[in-house]
């Protein structure tokens, strides 16, 4: 059975994953909102990566920073200036594209470097280059393009009510740098010692150029970072460490081997502060496809907004008595595009015989929107069901439904990725017991109503 966007796009607006933004004006390109079971798929995964990286970590603390910042934070960042996308477009077919494979190519047949290219490529040298090399649109094969220019990717608005210079404002590209302006402050609040790390969950925007397929690629999106701080010269071991932390937390979550790769930076293709960056990517239905970027960043960033805000950012070491700018290693991932990651892993159409197809969402309990589907096999039994429910849904996030046959209501639990049902029967009134069928194998039990919880206790563990 073959596993398509398609069909993973269709099944999250219908039943309540995912719809498109603004659906009824017609929607806004590129954006989605969350739905009823979208938004608890969503907060569990970036429950699980708190309490793994944070709550559960002896290491790490968090923080929930503002998204508009002063823009001195961009110009020590490097976004105001680098952080910007080369453009071009077909003047026959008015179609845009990217065009930093272009430099990259011209960079390397000259020997420079990317960053270089971009700025010393005159728009004449790279006319000449695209006739030399006969470059022409991806689209409709014409060769007749404008110049490239540079894009910047941040969300520019205006803070207070005058819409001038001084009062220009952007909306973050990324949660990091509100850690690292506060570090001293948590550093001081916290008491932690260098190893430590802060991490903080929250919304990003950037103005991509080429958002698409689905959400993996959004212009305003979440992030989990995790910025770890650490003595220099210890950063590669580090390193090391974050690196199999993020594969064992997906790993951890169902995620499966053969879905995912880790792919190392080559020394040509790291960001000129960084010492090692690792990708790990996911293998969608629509390709391969980055959750994950894991870098080494060295002193780059504190040493950044040391020299524009003019604040002492080391860290004075008080048993070995030396003070030195900490190093940085970052573990950057996309709430959104993990969340997919994981609803297409859990996509699974199985093939019951006799023409008879199962869909089911095979998350991992910890991650699963609903966790207990509560099924009275009549209504006459909704009474005692509901007590069931009303006691479970305390703990759980829990869903009853006395809806149509029991056969259909498994299915409809299964199609969104339920675990565990409970049928509560005629049989429940007299033995006080109830059935409990497993969404994997639809394997059935019978289990005392009052064992219910211990039961279940260990059940959405990760
Ligand atoms: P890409 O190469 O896909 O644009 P990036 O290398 O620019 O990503 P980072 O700046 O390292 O990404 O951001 C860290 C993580 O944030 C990414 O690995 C991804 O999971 C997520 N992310 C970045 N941009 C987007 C986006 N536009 N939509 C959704 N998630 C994003």
């Known amino acids: 059975m073959e596993k398509t966007m398609e069909k993973i796009v269709a099944l999250a607006k219908a039943r309540g994953f995912v719809y498109p933004g603004s659906e009824?004006?017609?929607?806004?390109?590129?954006?989605?909102?969350?739905?009823?079971?979208?938004?608890?798929?969503k907060n569990n995964v970036k429950k699980a990566w708190w309490s793994k990286f944070i709550q559960q970590n002896p290491y790490n603390v968090g923080v929930d920073c503002a998204i508009l910042m002063n823009p001195q934070t961009w110009v020590a960042s490097g976004h105001l200036g680098g952080f910007s996308d080369p453009l071009m477009d077909c003047k026959e077919c008015h179609e845009r594209f990217r065009a930093d494979k272009l430099i990259e190519d011209y960079a390397s047949e000259h020997g420079i470097e990317f960053e270089n290219a971009v700025d010393a490529w005159s728009q004449e040298e790279m006319k000449s280059y695209i006739d030399e090399h006969s470059i022409n649109c991806p689209t409709c094969g014409k060769h007749n393009f404008t110049d490239i220019r540079q894009f910047n990717l941040m969300f520019k608005t205006f803070q207070g009510v005058t819409e001038d210079a001084k009062n220009v404002v952007y909306l973050r590209p990324e949660t990091a740098q509100g850690i690292f302006v506060n570090f001293k402050n948590v550093q001081r609040t916290s008491r932690k010692k260098i190893p430590f790390g802060i991490g903080q969950v929250g919304k990003s925007f950037r103005n991509e150029i080429t958002?698409?397929?689905?959400?993996?690629?959004?212009?305003?999106?979440?992030?989990?970072?995790?910025?770890?701080?650490?003595?220099?010269?210890?950063?590669?071991?580090?390193?090391?460490?974050?690196k199999q932390f993020c594969i064992d937390w997906l790993l951890s979550l169902g995620m499966k081997k053969e879905e995912m790769r880790v792919r190392d930076h080559e020394a040509a293709e790291l960001?000129?502060?960084?010492?090692?960056?690792?990708?790990?990517?996911?293998?969608?239905?629509?390709?391969?496809?980055?959750?994950?970027?894991?870098?080494?960043?060295?002193?780059?960033?504190?040493?950044?907004?040391?020299?524009?805000?003019?604040?002492?950012?080391?860290?004075?070491?008080?048993?070995?008595?030396?003070?030195?700018?900490?190093?940085?290693?970052?573990?950057?991932?996309?709430?959104?595009?993990?969340?997919?990651?994981?609803?297409?892993?859990?996509?699974?159409?199985?093939?019951?015989?006799?023409?008879?197809?199962?869909?089911?969402?095979?998350?991992?309990?910890?991650?699963?929107?609903?966790?207990?589907?509560?099924?009275?096999?009549?209504?006459?039994?909704?009474?005692?069901?509901?007590?069931?429910?009303?006691?479970?849904?305390?703990?759980?996030?829990?869903?009853?439904?006395?809806r149509g046959n029991i056969g259909k209501r498994y299915r409809r639990q299964d199609e969104i990725g339920t675990p565990f049902c409970i049928t509560y029967d005629f049989e429940s009134e007299t033995d006080g017991c109830v059935t409990v069928r497993d969404r994997d194998t639809?394997?059935?039990?019978?289990?005392?109503?009052?064992?219910?919880?211990?039961?279940?206790?260990?059940k959405f563990e990760f």
């Open 24 to 41: 009824i004006y017609g929607g806004l390109a590129n954006t989605w909102d969350y739905g009823n079971l979208g938004v608890e798929l």
């Open 271 to 402: 960001s000129f502060y960084s010492k090692a960056t690792t990708d790990i990517e996911f293998l969608f239905p629509f390709g391969w496809g980055e959750l994950w970027g894991i870098a080494d960043r060295t002193d780059y960033d504190l040493t950044q907004h040391q020299n524009v805000s003019k604040e002492d950012l080391g860290y004075f070491d008080d048993e070995k008595k030396i003070k030195y700018v900490p190093y940085v290693i970052e573990p950057s991932l996309g709430a959104d595009r993990v969340t997919l990651a994981f609803l297409c892993g859990a996509y699974d159409e199985e093939d019951l015989g006799e023409g008879d197809i199962r869909t089911v969402l095979r998350f991992h309990p910890a991650l699963a929107p609903v966790k207990i589907g509560v099924l009275p096999l009549s209504k006459k039994l909704s009474e005692g069901a509901e007590k069931v429910f009303t006691d479970l849904c305390k703990l759980y996030n829990c869903e009853f439904d006395d």
């Open 211 to 242: 958002p698409g397929n689905f959400t993996f690629r959004t212009r305003e999106f979440e992030q989990m970072e995790l910025e770890f701080f650490c003595e220099p010269d210890t950063d590669l071991e580090w390193f090391a460490y974050w």
């Open 442 to 458: 639809m394997e059935q039990e019978r289990i005392r109503i009052e064992d219910l919880k211990t039961y279940f206790e260990k």
